[in-house]
């Protein structure tokens, strides 16, 4: 009986092992595929002389870059489902302050949570990409000092995301959850926030202080983890 367990359990273990592997390698071949598609449109903007028309393609660069770097700490990592949030987070807020022009941009991390399930942690970081890209176009320029705040943590079976700027803030005090359903004012970056936020089953703000302080804006995110 013994034998026959002992057996079972190694069969078992090979099983395991090569289910692993096959995991690891799917992980590996999305992300190449995403940095295909990523060098593809970096190629493209370069190509391009309207510069309406170069931005957008470079935003939609690093949205599927922001996809590739979750599944390369995927293959990487140790763990199969699941991202170190405080690596993927700064790797990619750094990336796209590189592609912006602003890699001198002062960014204050406070990460209070170790790690994120995959499916969570993608729609978290085309959130974050849009948040600093739209910190890179609208509140960096003609700032002699762009700086980010970059707050993640865990509380009460939450994950809560909070982005500060330095910018100019927003026209009006507070933006929430429902606001951006106005296509008159709903911009692609936003609609994409939105679309995230509502795949997450969570809920979101945007606020600022008074504009004659010049404190910035700030998103706060939250979702049940």
């Known amino acids: ?12 273990q090979r099983i395991s092992h090569r289910n692993v592997e096959l995991i690891k390698e799917q ?3 999305v992300k190449n595929n995403l940095q295909v598609v990523s060098s593809l449109l970096s190629l493209q903007a370069k ?3 309207d510069e309406a028309a170069k931005k957008a393609v470079e935003e939609s660069r690093l949205r599927v870059q922001s996809m590739a770097i979750i599944h390369r700490k995927l293959y990487d990592g140790d763990k199969l489902a699941v991202v170190n949030l405080d690596e993927f987070i700064q790797e990619l807020v750094n990336g796209v302050l590189k592609s912006f022009g602003y890699p001198f941009a002062t960014v204050q991390y406070a990460i209070d949570t170790n790690s994120l399930s995959a499916d969570k942690a993608i729609p978290l970081g085309l959130i974050l990409n849009e948040l600093i890209t739209n910190a890179c176009k609208y509140a960096f320029p003609q ?3 762009p700086h ?19 910018g100019p803030g927003l026209e009006v005090p507070v933006i929430q959850t429902d606001d951006l359903y106005d296509p008159q004012t709903k911009s692609f970056g936003m609609s994409l926030i939105q679309a995230q936020v509502m795949q997450l089953n969570g809920t979101y703000q945007f606020s600022s202080a008074d504009k004659t302080e010049s404190t910035g804006t700030t998103f706060t995110m939250e979702f049940k983890l």
């Open 1 to 12: 009986m013994s034998v026959v367990f002992f057996r079972l359990s190694r069969k078992n």
């Open 27 to 29: 992980n590996h071949r």
């Open 47 to 49: 190509r391009l002389t």
């Open 143 to 145: 700032n002699e000092n």
């Open 148 to 166: 980010l705040t970059v707050r993640c943590y865990a509380q009460h079976a939450k994950l809560y995301l909070q982005v500060t700027d330095n």
